[in-house]
Structures are given as structure tokens and as C-alpha cells.
């Protein structure tokens, strides 16, 4: 089992920043971010393997970035130009064997809140 712990979630107002951490209790191959905005379903955000290859969906592309720092287990979310569609919860993901994205990731964080504010 995996354990995944969040933090740095909270309010910003539109066009504004917050970056996202994920600390994994152990080595994964594939690490990233899911969220889910109020009255709607799930979604992938992006996702980094082990070698640095990522994806992204395409509402996110350009203005997040995820990336990992291998030797700590954690995982960032920078987010810029942030919009009130991007309010919801944050998951942190992470799968032993496969970065196929956005196929469901095995361990799940408990989320954390972000709301941007128009």
C-alpha cells in the first residue's frame, strides 16, 4: 500500500497562482492529479512517470505543470492563470505500474480544496 498526503491547497482569485504538493510513503513509477469540480464528474489533470514523461488534459496545458522529485517520493502541482473553472478537489494519484493517461491510477489522496474566485 501506498499512502499519499496533500498539501497547499486554498482560495485564489482568478489569473492568480498555488502550487500543489504530494508526499508518497514509498517509490512509485507513476505519480499525478486528478480533481473533481462540483456537480461533475472526475478528471484527469496530469501525470509524471519515474523517467520525467508527462501528460496533461488539454484545459490545463500551458498553464500547469506537474513535476516529482524522485528522491523525496513527492509530487508538485504549479498552477498559473487559474480560473473558476478549476475549482474543486485535488487528488494525488499514483500507480506502481502505469502512467496510461487518464486511465484510473491504483492509490488515491484524500484530496485537498481549491477555489478560484472570479
Known amino acids: 500500500q501506498v499512502q499519499l498526503v496533500e498539501s497547499g491547497g486554498g482560495s485564489v482569485q482568478a489569473g492568480g497562482s498555488l502550487r500543489l504538493s504530494c508526499t508518497a510513503t514509498a517509490s512509485v513509477y507513476c505519480m499525478g492529479w486528478f480533481r473533481q469540480a462540483p456537480g461533475k464528474e472526475r478528471e484527469g489533470v496530469g501525470v509524471v512517470n519515474r523517467l520525467g514523461i508527462k501528460y496533461y488534459t488539454n484545459s490545463v496545458r500551458g498553464r500547469f505543470t506537474v513535476s516529482r522529485d524522485n528522491g523525496k517520493n513527492t509530487l508538485y502541482l504549479q498552477m498559473n492563470s487559474l480560473r473558476s473553472e478549476d475549482t474543486g478537489v485535488y487528488y494525488c494519484?499514483?500507480?506502481?505500474?502505469?502512467?496510461?493517461?487518464?486511465?484510473?491510477?491504483?492509490?488515491w489522496g484524500q484530496g485537498i480544496q481549491v477555489t478560484v474566485s472570479s
Open positions: 494519484t499514483a500507480d506502481p505500474d502505469s502512467c496510461n493517461f487518464p486511465t484510473v491510477p491504483d492509490y
